[in-house]
């Protein structure tokens, strides 16, 4: 797995001068650390992890995302899930895995699934500031993912303001 801390120091758990510091200056969060020794640990059972380029880890309410590079996403999601049902239970968090670099709106499709996006759009206020309005469509279903935490992720994660609301 690749990552912005050593793998010394993620197996070892004692961190040199260099992660220490990158730690200390919120480059890499306690979150993010936890999340990339939970990563290596389970490299040597799931041997595709060896590629996973990880970038950081986010919490908010019971969610944890975590961002991976474009194109990693399948990797987490192979073992018919098992690397990431194995990341829940340790965490006791739900798990999202988001891509790193993509579009914003693919980025709020992952956010949101299983809900589909009807549209977006910016929303220009007076004081200078915007908005993303998104419009979901609701369908069938009985359960929704917690929006709350989904704008939280997506403020933390990318400095995007939600305006989420459902189509009727």
């Known amino acids: 797995m690749k990552t912005e801390l050593c793998n010394f120091c993620l197996k ?26 939970l990563l290596l640990s389970l490299e040597e059972q799931y041997p595709s992890l060896q590629d996973v380029h990880f970038h950081k880890a986010v919490e908010s309410d ?14 987490l999601l192979s073992h018919g899930g098992k690397i ?13 895995v988001l891509e790193h670099g993509v579009t914003e709106r693919k980025f709020l499709e992952d956010l949101f699934v299983p809900l589909t996006i009807l549209t977006i759009n910016k929303i220009w206020l007076p004081d200078g500031t915007t908005e993303t309005r998104v419009i979901l469509n ?31």
């Open 12 to 37: 070892s758990g004692i961190l040199c001068s260099k992660c220490q510091g990158k730690l200390e200056s919120g480059e890499v969060s306690e979150v993010g650390f936890t999340v990339a020794r």
């Open 84 to 96: 990431v049902k194995a990341l829940g239970e340790k965490t006791k968090k739900t798990i999202r």
């Open 62 to 75: 019971r969610i944890l995302a975590i961002l991976v590079n474009k194109g990693d996403v399948p990797r």
């Open 138 to 168: 609701r369908g069938r279903r009985k359960r929704i993912p917690n929006v709350k935490a989904s704008k939280e992720l997506a403020e933390k994660l990318r400095g995007m303001t939600l305006r989420v609301e459902f189509a009727q």
